[in-house]
């Protein structure tokens, strides 16, 4: 992609590239030039090093070439074990962002700096897991909790606890693959155990013990990470926020978040708020503190305070591009090791906090949970301080942003329906409004649009384009991580957006007072949009994979991305990927990747680079699942086009 027209949707970025190339500093775009193209064999996932007698690289082509590795392993094998090698990599992550939020949910105390935001919700949970609560601290509660959800990382026996908020076919089918996974560092252990030299040499093996890993990510680490994250730090609701990089202010301290645990992005939100710290920029010029997020610890900023969202992954080194970021503060995951020879071209400093993620270069400055605060606090001088070093000729601030509506958690998603419901006749606080438009047909379905950017594609080229076409069909689409950020962007996640969408979801939009795409939070959160869909089935008696929902990722670029592409799939929801996976080079694993699981969880993944095609591909998948639930009696066939019986149909079911 040499041609910079190419790289982005968005025609600030492409200014901002061309400001990168004036003055003389690298970005991504120049990195991926310089790769050339990349290796065939890594490419199709046939090349292994995880032992010393190879590097092996075996042909892709059958009868052709190496056929096997030193050792004898089969591009079958090799192509397998680096695909389930990425799954526990992305299911690390998430587990290692779980257990620090469940650390600090034990160190949460009432005058601490860590508190509970949403006692209810932690009562709740706390019900779930058979926790006494009657005439309890609620701290006393929470650190129980905590230590519940510690032991989930490793426990010696049994299988996760939140496996249970299944719907029971769905708990049936992982019991008969033998997949319900059971601690969730433990299933990270197995693959990299069963992935050593000499160990599992069989595909299907391998395939299989990828989807227990993932399961422990999505039913363990990241929904331990989700429900923690909103205990401590609050439920989002609806609210208003703004989007891209014209959300940096030439007259105030600009500080972008960047990165992905709460525990440290709520502690800076909150100093930045400090009237000393207030004071302080005042002292030095400024005219105040202006937060902004990036990737997912903006999207949990955003969430929970409105926090502004400066981009998305993509953007890192463009937003140190406007010379007006006094600091990126970080701490783990899609950080770029770039932003420390592209800050020192500016007066930006580049602070890591993490010691899981140190990079050379950066000013270290660890956190500490036990001071919280005044470690936040710390950091937040560093960039006040730093204001009188900007360098007035190399500012210039994009004039583009959004509104956007963010806060779509399944707490605010169902309060929403609740404007529909009718209280004389139906319970409130149910998914049931959800599930009635879907079977009138109101809506086609409801698609998950997830994942990373990717420079192997267009600049949030893939994000857009298929939410556009999915919402004109009358598919609702709810959002996270990296999409959700580019949805914002592009004015689709604000209530003005309705009118692209088709009549049906148009009507639900208005009744329910919704954008058509819902931003519900960071790659974790995906936990609540599997919550949202198994509560819609267990609600209509189905299975999630009965349900006309899709999943797709039209920029991936992660393993974090691949573990949830999993987890997904094992969940009975269909994945479609814009980005190939490396697993070209073996027919084996890509026949039971998009053919062969889905006789096994009732979903499968589809491939395809072209993201209007995959738009195609997921309408028609929708419309075989209505046709499916139809049989079941659960559903009418009417399209939103044939007539206006979409709006007569929602009228009159509420
Ligand atoms: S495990 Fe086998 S294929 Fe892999 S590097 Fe060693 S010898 Fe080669
Ligand atoms: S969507 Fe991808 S790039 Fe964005 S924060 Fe999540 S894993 Fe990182």
Redesign the pocket.
């Known amino acids: 992609m040499s041609d910079t027209k190419m790289v982005s949707l968005d025609a600030m970025d492409e200014q901002l590239i061309q400001k990168a190339k004036q003055e003389g500093v690298e970005t991504m775009w120049d990195r991926k030039v310089t790769m050339k193209a990349p290796c065939g064999f890594g490419e199709k996932g046939v090349c ?9 690289r ?1 042909s892709p082509v059958e009868g052709k070439g190496a056929q096997r ?5 089969t591009a079958d094998t ?1 192509v397998a074990r680096n695909f389930a090698r990425m799954i526990a990599a992305g299911t690390a992550a998430h587990s290692d962002h779980a257990r620090e939020i469940a650390h600090v949910m034990h160190l949460a105390s009432k005058d601490g700096n860590y508190t509970i935001k949403d006692e209810k919700k932690l009562l709740r949970l706390a019900e779930e897991w058979e926790v006494k609560t009657e005439g309890k601290d609620i701290y006393d509660i929470a650190h129980e909790v905590a230590e519940i959800a510690l032991n989930e990382f490793g426990k010696p026996f049994g299988t996760l606890r939140f496996l249970e908020r299944a719907p029971e076919p769905r708990k049936k089918i992982w019991e008969k693959l033998k997949i319900k996974p059971r601690a969730i560092d433990r299933e990270i252990a197995t693959i990299m155990h069963s992935t050593h ?2 160990c599992t040499s069989d595909a299907e093996s391998l395939i299989h013990m990828g989807m227990r890993t993932a399961l422990a990510d999505g039913w363990g680490g990241s929904m331990i990470g989700t429900e923690f994250s909103d205990i401590l730090f609050g439920t989002p609701v609806p609210r208003e926020t703004e989007a891209n990089l014209g959300v940096l202010e030439e007259k105030q301290i600009n500080i972008l978040l960047h990165g992905h645990e709460p525990s440290l992005s709520e502690m800076i939100v909150m100093a930045s708020q400090d009237p000393e710290l207030v004071k302080l920029a005042h002292e030095v010029g400024a005219e105040g503190i202006n937060l902004a997020g990036m990737c997912c610890t903006g999207n949990e900023v955003t969430m929970r305070h409105g926090v502004k969202i400066a981009g998305n992954f993509y953007q890192q080194e463009l937003a140190v591009l406007t010379g007006v970021v006094e600091a990126v503060i970080v701490d783990v995951q899609c950080i770029f090791p770039s932003l420390t020879p592209i800050t020192d071209c500016y007066h930006t400093k580049f602070i890591t906090t993490s010691p899981k993620a140190k990079i050379t270069g950066a000013t270290h400055i660890e956190f500490n949970e036990e001071k919280a605060l005044e470690s936040a606090k710390g950091i937040v001088r560093e960039a006040i301080e730093n204001f009188k070093n900007r360098k007035q000729d190399k500012i210039f601030i994009p004039k583009t942003k959004a509104q956007a509506t963010v806060g779509y958690s399944v707490e605010a998603v169902i309060k929403q329906l609740d404007r529909v419901v009718n209280s004389q006749i139906d319970p409130l606080g149910t998914v049931k409004p959800l599930a009635d438009v879907i079977k009138a047909g109101v809506l086609r379905g409801a698609a998950g649009i997830v994942g990373c950017n990717n420079p192997k594609t267009q600049h949030d080229y893939g994000h857009i384009e298929v939410m556009k076409k999915l919402i004109a069909n009358d598919v609702i689409v709810v959002t996270t991580g990296c999409a959700a950020q580019a949805a914002a962007k592009a004015g689709l996640t604000s209530k003005d957006a309705a009118k692209l969408a088709g009549k049906g979801l148009q009507a639900v939009c208005e009744l329910v007072d919704i954008p058509p795409v819902l931003h519900m939070g960071s790659c974790v959160d995906i936990s609540r949009i599997i919550t949202l869909v198994s509560e819609t089935a267990k609600f209509m008696g189905v299975d999630n994979c009965d349900l006309p929902v899709v999943g797709v990722a039209p920029e991936w670029m992660s393993e974090k991305a691949v573990a949830i592409g999993n987890y997904v799939m094992a969940s009975g929801i269909d994945v479609f990927l814009g980005v190939l996976p490396p697993v070209t080079g073996s027919p084996e694993v890509v026949d039971l990747l998009t053919n062969r699981v889905e006789e096994m969880t009732g979903a499968k993944f589809f491939m395809d680079e072209d993201s209007l095609k995959l738009a195609d591909m997921m309408l028609v998948r929708i419309e075989e699942k209505r046709k499916n639930l139809e049989k079941l009696g659960l559903a009418t066939m009417n399209t939103a086009q044939e007539d206006d019986a979409s709006t007569t149909a929602l009228s009159e079911i509420v």
Do not use: D, F, N, T
């Not at 292994?48 to 092996?56: F, L």
């Not at 590795?69 to 392993?73: E, K, R, S, V, Y």
């Open positions: 292994c090093r995880i032992c010393a007698m190879g590097p092996c075996v590795g030193i050792c004898g392993a090799i030299m000499g």
